[in-house]
């Protein structure tokens, strides 16, 4: 990867005033949540769905843990959902444009519902086949709402704007984390599961389904202007 790293060459982008980063925070600032509806709710819903198989990544060792699954095949396990991420992030495109960008964003947000609950629900087998829906997610999060954000940010910025998209959800999970803790201590990693699903389901209808509504009528003003 090193070798493969220097080979690459960054592309022409207009930069930003070195002397007077408060400014150039504020604009940032500004583009982002003030400028356009859509964009706000692309970072925003970016911020969640990136949390919600991040969550993830904490739990599941926990929970194979408490199903009994032993340790020695973890590294196995492991390297099975970094592949199926790399394989949905590879075609997110082309499943993107097979399917829609609507039903493409429903399974992004409705995976991790549905892991969440399959580890609440099920026993060893599940903690394992579960664990896939949230790398399928990851891999599709990554690209679809990546190309959505950056398309819509100005290169001068784009870079910090990725930064606060991963500093925002840290941020989330500085809370999220330790509540999250508690819950298994005091009871277990099925109950923390079940509490996840139903938190990020709940998040499906408040954040995804407005963005959704609104990129419909996005695309139809786009639609009638071009007409």
Request: aromatic share 12%; net charge positive.
């Amino acid at each position: 990867p090193l070798v493969l790293i220097l080979m690459i060459k960054e592309g022409p982008i207009e930069k930003m005033s070195t002397s007077n980063h408060w400014s150039n925070l504020k604009e940032i600032t500004r583009h982002l949540f003030l400028s356009e509806r859509l964009l706000r709710m692309i970072f925003i819903n970016f911020v969640v769905w990136s949390l919600s198989t991040f969550c993830a990544v904490w739990l599941l060792q926990r929970h194979w843990q408490a199903n009994e699954i032993g340790i020695k095949q973890f590294g196995y396990i492991w390297a099975a959902l970094q592949l199926v991420a790399a394989f949905s992030g590879q075609y997110a495109i082309r499943f993107e444009r097979r399917l829609g960008t609507k039903v493409t964003l429903v399974i992004t947000a409705v995976l991790p519902v549905i892991g969440y609950l399959g580890l609440g629900l099920r026993g060893a087998i599940g903690a394992i086949v579960f664990a896939f829906a949230f790398y399928i997610s990851r891999g599709l999060t990554q690209v679809i709402f990546s190309e959505a954000l950056n398309w819509r940010v100005p290169s001068q910025f784009r870079a910090t704007v990725n930064s606060l998209l991963g500093l925002f959800m840290r941020l989330v999970f500085f809370v999220v984390g330790p509540i999250m803790g508690i819950v298994i201590d005091r009871y277990n990693t099925q109950t923390a599961a079940l509490l996840l699903g139903a938190a990020f389901g709940v998040l499906c209808l408040t954040l995804l389904l407005p963005m959704l509504l609104h990129l419909g009528k996005v695309t139809k003003a786009t639609k009638l202007e071009s007409n």
